[in-house]
């Protein structure tokens, strides 16, 4: 080989790398559009409710069975579906004052374990006598116990499940919690509970902080406080339910010996940040309201461009064929767990 042929090929090495890392740049820019579309689209009056993460997902799906998936790109949405839904993770343990749960929400936890099992187990016992796909049941049932898209995104990759089934999940989880919340601003004003005891049943028996957000605040104060405190002790619990999941899938033999269960780092830095966000931010490091506030929003934007993502693996057969038995699953439990946290109060 010449010296000129040596570099023609060098050349065209190059130009593909930088042809690979345009359309790796393109694909992320890709969920970033369609991420903003969802944004601009959650502040519609009506679509509010719902949110921009269900907004964007809906988007991605549409655009999923009008053209296909953008095969082209597909290393940059891949990049957002997974590297970006993990940085997005560890942002989230900002949200988490680790300090607060610890000394004022150690009874609510007592609680909030309850709401976990009962709502995972019994997602699974109902999706079981209906026949219902297990994977995406198990999913519906975390996200519903625990924190929401959030949850299933975090779970996903311990228990092996599909992309697809990772964003069906997220987009039921937003859609049915936001159609709770609506119902317990309704019904607020009908049940008897005092302030407290309602921001406590809103953080303890809905399905995302946003919801219980939504719910909460027409309570007043106190009532938005202490339902994200009780929310906040579900999201704490989020990290120990990992490691029994990852315990569980060996133990039950649901994946094969010689097969590693990728340990969640990210669940590392979620911690690393929860600790930093409680006993740094505000203590050795003042940073003003506002500026968390964009961080949350930053946040939220992020993990929204992950569900993009996750949202274009998403056919209308798969959400016929599979997603109605499951979603009827999460349906009875969330009101059988409203019913009965409501009970206790």
């Not at 987009?171 to 309602?198: C, E, M």
């Not at 930093?276 to 003042?286: A, D, E, M, P, Q």
């Not at 959400?319 to 979603?327: I, N």
């Amino acid at each position: 080989m010449t010296a000129k042929e040596k570099n023609t090929m060098l050349l065209r090495t190059e130009v593909k790398k930088l042809s690979s890392f345009a359309l790796w740049f393109v694909g992320i820019g890709f969920t970033f559009i369609i991420a903003l579309m969802g944004y601009g689209l959650a502040k519609v009056p009506g679509f509010n409710h719902v949110g921009q993460l269900a907004c964007a997902i809906v988007i991605a799906v549409i655009y999923r069975q009008m053209w296909g998936y953008p095969e082209s790109i597909r290393s940059g949405v891949e990049f957002s579906s997974k590297r970006l839904l993990r940085f997005a993770i560890i942002l989230f343990g900002l949200k988490l004052n680790i300090d607060v749960v610890i000394h004022q929400g150690l009874g609510l936890l007592v609680r909030d374990v309850g709401t976990i099992v009962f709502s995972i187990f019994l997602t699974v016992l109902i999706a079981k006598w209906l026949k219902a796909d297990a994977s995406l049941s198990l999913l519906l049932g975390i996200g519903t116990g625990v924190c929401g898209a959030a949850a299933i995104a975090a779970v996903s990759p311990i228990l092996k499940a599909k992309e697809k089934d990772t964003a069906i999940g997220a987009g039921i989880i937003a859609l049915v919690g936001t159609i709770f919340a609506i119902g317990y601003t309704i019904l607020r004003p009908y049940i008897g509970l005092t302030d407290v005891q309602y921001g406590i049943w809103a953080g303890v028996g809905l399905h995302e902080i946003a919801h219980v957000a939504l719910a909460a605040a027409p309570g007043g104060r106190d009532a938005l406080a202490i339902g994200l405190l009780a929310k906040l002790g579900r999201v704490f619990l989020l990290v120990p339910l990992s490691f029994i999941l990852m315990y569980w899938m060996k133990r039950t033999g649901k994946v094969q010996e010689d097969t590693k269960i990728e340990f969640p780092w990210f669940l590392i830095g979620f911690i690393m940040m929860s600790v930093f966000g409680s006993y740094v931010l505000g203590k050795y490091i003042i940073i003003s309201k506002n500026i968390m506030n964009d961080i949350s929003g930053l946040t939220t934007f992020i993990l929204t461009m992950a569900m993009v993502g996750l949202g274009l693996n998403v056919s209308l057969k798969d959400l016929r064929t599979k997603a109605f038995k499951p979603l009827i699953a999460m349906f009875i439990t969330s009101i059988l767990l409203s019913f009965f946290t409501f009970l206790i109060m």
